[in-house]
T-cell receptor, first 115, second 113 residues
Framework: DTAVSQTPKYLVTQMGNDKSIKCEQNLGHDTMYWYKQDSKKFLKIMFS???????INETVPNRFSPKSPDKAHLNLHINSLELGDSAVYFC??????????????FGEGSRLTVL | GNSVTQMEGPVTLSEEAFLTINCTYT??????LFWYVQYPGEGLQLLLKATKADDKGSNKGFEATYRKETTSFHLEKGSVQVSDSAVYFC????????????FGRGTSLIVHP
């Protein structure tokens, strides 16, 4: 069973379109994240949710909107896609609180290409 | 704020060579330290970790020691293999409770036969 799964794995779309990436974790973790990885492999945190509440919202254009329907799911919706949005987007999860080990569990990534 | 600095890559080695990837950090309090590895086309996965000063994390022949006096967590392996070719990320996390992970920029390792 995949611990953190993202769909789709590949996404090719035109500028101006709207797209979504979905993420689900079956680890029972209470915190989920979205990261953006650029072509130089630099990882930038975008958002983090703890028990469905937004706790990290880095400087990200408001075209990006995360949604967490429950603590096992964190989806990312992107409006009006731009060329610079082309990247690999990673979902991750962790368990905070007294049982926190600090370890993140990552999905396999969703490669978004905007033409 | 917290930060992690890694040596720039790519690091290119021949098989069976010794590997060191340097990592230093700045943090308030006593963070946990991690090395993650990203193989081509995959997500990041934990390679090893250390949660307090002088702890040594180890896995798959890789080692790193938490050095509080030099704020470092350098990754080492005595004899690399072609299959170790990947991008390696040093990271830290605030201990306990609220948690905001901080990653270094990643170091690409290329191992030639």
């Amino acid at each position: 069973d995949t611990a953190v799964s993202q769909t789709p794995k590949y996404l090719v779309t035109q500028m101006g379109n709207d797209k979504s990436i979905k993420c689900e974790q079956n680890l029972g973790h209470d915190t989920m994240y979205w990261y953006k990885q650029d072509s130089k492999k630099f990882l930038k945190i975008m958002f983090s949710y703890n028990n469905k509440e937004l706790i990290i919202n880095e400087t990200v254009p408001n075209r990006f909107s995360p949604k967490s329907p429950d603590k096992a799911h964190l989806n990312l919706h992107i409006n009006s896609l731009e060329l610079g949005d082309s990247a690999v987007y990673f979902c991750a999860s962790s368990q905070t609180g007294l049982t926190n080990t600090g370890e993140l569990f990552f999905g396999e990534g969703s490669r978004l290409t905007v033409l | 704020g917290n930060s992690v600095t890694q040596m720039e890559g790519p690091v290119t080695l021949s098989e069976e060579a010794f590997l060191t990837i340097n990592c230093t950090y700045t943090a308030t309090g006593y963070p946990s330290l991690f090395w993650y590895v990203q193989y081509p086309g995959e997500g990041l996965q934990l390679l090893l970790k250390a949660t307090k000063a002088d702890d040594k994390g180890s896995n798959k022949g890789f080692e790193a020691t938490y050095r509080k006096e030099t704020t470092s967590f350098h990754l080492e392996k005595g004899s690399v293999q072609v299959s170790d070719s990947a991008v390696y990320f040093c990271a830290l996390s605030a201990s306990g409770g609220s948690y905001i992970p901080t990653f270094g920029r990643g170091t690409s390792l290329i191992v030639h036969p």
